[in-house]
């Protein structure tokens, strides 16, 4: 089963509660029209940047807007670090070298280099990660302690 499959209901549900059009929704974040609309439709794996600015804008959990849990609770986050910072506390604190990381995921040495270089993580990653360590997303990428 795909895991971003709640991403488009709870997106929905929180564009209905803030009254906010795709197209208002777009311009005060950033982004394209189509690429809301896409959203709402739940046709476009996200990036880490563009989920962060949704839970800010929505003031959720990255783990709500990602269909992880169904509480919707008013959320003020930390600003996150280098992605690739964070994995690597991650992993410490988890006792997980690299190697095994890679063993028990499908990430190989070139994610981690596109990581270092500053690339994000897509929303799949990110849960996926997340599952491996049993955290939240926003613990995982440095949004909550």
């Known amino acids: 089963m795909d895991k971003l499959t709640k991403f488009g209901e709870h997106f929905n ?3 209905f509660y803030k009254n906010v059009t795709p197209e208002k929704l777009a311009e005060t974040i ?3 029209e189509s690429t809301v609309y ?3 439709n739940n046709k476009s ?4 940047t563009n989920l962060i600015k949704l839970a800010n804008y929505f003031n959720c959990s990255l783990d709500f807007l990602l269909g992880r849990n169904n509480e919707i609770l008013t959320y003020i986050p930390k600003s996150p670090m280098l992605f690739s910072k964070r994995l690597r506390e991650i992993m410490k604190e988890y006792n997980i070298s690299s190697y095994k990381l890679r063993k028990i995921s499908r990430y190989d040495g070139k994610y981690f280099q596109k990581w270092d270089r500053g690339a994000d993580p897509l929303a799949q990653t990110l849960i996926e990660l997340a599952d491996i360590f049993d ?3 926003d613990y995982l990428i440095g949004r909550e302690d």
């Open 30 to 32: 950033g982004v394209n």
């Open 45 to 48: 794996n996200l990036s880490m």
């Open 135 to 137: 955290c939240s997303i």
């Open 13 to 15: 549900e929180l564009m």
């Open 38 to 40: 896409r959203w709402k």
